[in-house]
């Protein structure tokens, strides 16, 4: 979709539809809304009077100017409160508001700047903001369709602002937005992606292609190269499978004079997840066919950091592997020995993406990254406890959390805390090795984080569980059923946020 940044009278451009806002309580409408009121002869202050437009949160009332004014038709959209309007409002309505036009094939469509007058929102945020959740909004997985949808496309969005002087900050907020929503699509089309169309040797393909096209240091390690650096956890459970484990590594290197920062982001990579030998119940096993969505967000995030270019250094580490039972598949009761040494007993195959990660994050250690951050999706008992709102958070450096939380509230993309207490190691004791791979159903997804803990050891490290948040089954503001993309924008205003400080 092409968008563009124009300064005109909204109320004049002939096109298929412009959107207007209103907030909450609002009688006479102000500002860019107003003036397509007064064009449209007060329609708009009427229907409120009448009740019909109330302004609340997500309202969409479509008014036919039938030939009164240019535009064929406007669109309001209401922004809900003004004192607790968010950028995320602001995304999430443009987001419903580009799905409703698409549906009635519209082609060209123009939009007021949400939040930037009354909403007390910076130009530059709310362009970035609208380019979000525009793109978001409309996303669709169509590849493997043999027919295309019956709604078309809407082909063009253009951002109109009277005021020339903010036309550059819009241009800006446009083009990182673009940027951003580019590469969270890179994110979803991965995850959403059937498992047999997306094996790690695809996802090391994909990694090698953004890095090209980037200017991104790649390397892959092959399964040969695993065996020599002893990543035994990751080789255990990639044994079961006919297609070969990948370890790829990428290098954004923003800020030569200084190797000692250097941000490492972590993403599980399992492609397919059946649970292996501890099979997974066949009812909603397909839906493990997005167990790499943690790899992906690493991926996506190098592309859009790549080319915002921040004064920073970040490395992205993605193991991957299949997780399936098979003759050579490994059982519960093996044990594994991990990169930094340490022995686990793998007392459930199912619990596979910690294996990986545990590899990973010792091979980020070896590295001598100065923060990890690792995303995966991890436990299905972080659903249990937050449910599909958040990610959930773990941490041994507070100060890395507070500004992933803060980077989650800009974004929407938000997170929760979680415990860290030491009572909770005990349950992943082994009789057998150094640790347990699982630790019994009590606070399932804090037992995995602290297995993680192990290997992270003292590098300043969040682990994201995503396991709740990386798929929706519905369509809400900008996002669309199937894959989120989460966390990508989170990881990149971190990144950004770093760079900065
Ligand atoms: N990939 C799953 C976690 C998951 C569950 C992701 C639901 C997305 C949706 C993970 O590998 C897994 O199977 N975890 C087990 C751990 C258990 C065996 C300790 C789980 O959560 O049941
Ligand atoms: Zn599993
Ligand atoms: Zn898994």
Redesign the pocket.
Known sequence: MKITVTSEDIAKLPIDAVIVNLFEGVKRPGGATGAVDKALGRAIAKLIAQGEITGKNGETTLIHTLGSIKPRRVLVVGLGNQKELTLDTIRSVTGVACRYLRKLGAKRAATIVHGAGAGGVSPEEAAQAITEGSILGLYTFQRHMTKNRDEGELEELQIVEMDKGKIPALKRGVSRGRVIADAVILARDMVNEPANFMTPSDIADIAKKVAKENNVDIEVLEKRDMEKLGMGALLGVAQGSNQPPKFIILHYRGDKGNDAQNIGIVGKG?TF?S?GISL?PSEGMAEMKG?MAGGASVIATLKAISQLKPKVNVTGLIPTSE?LPSGSAQKPGDVVKALNGKTIEVDNT????RLLLADALSYGRKLGLSAMIDIATLTGAIRVALGTHCTGAFTNNQKMVDQLEKSGEKTGERIWQMPMFEEYKEQNKSDVADIKNVGGRLGGAITAAQFLAEFSEDTPWVHLDIAGTSMTDKEKGYLVKGATGTPVRVLVDFILSQAQS
Do not use: L
């Open positions: 399992v997840d649970g997974k167990d997780n199912d619990a596979e993406g």
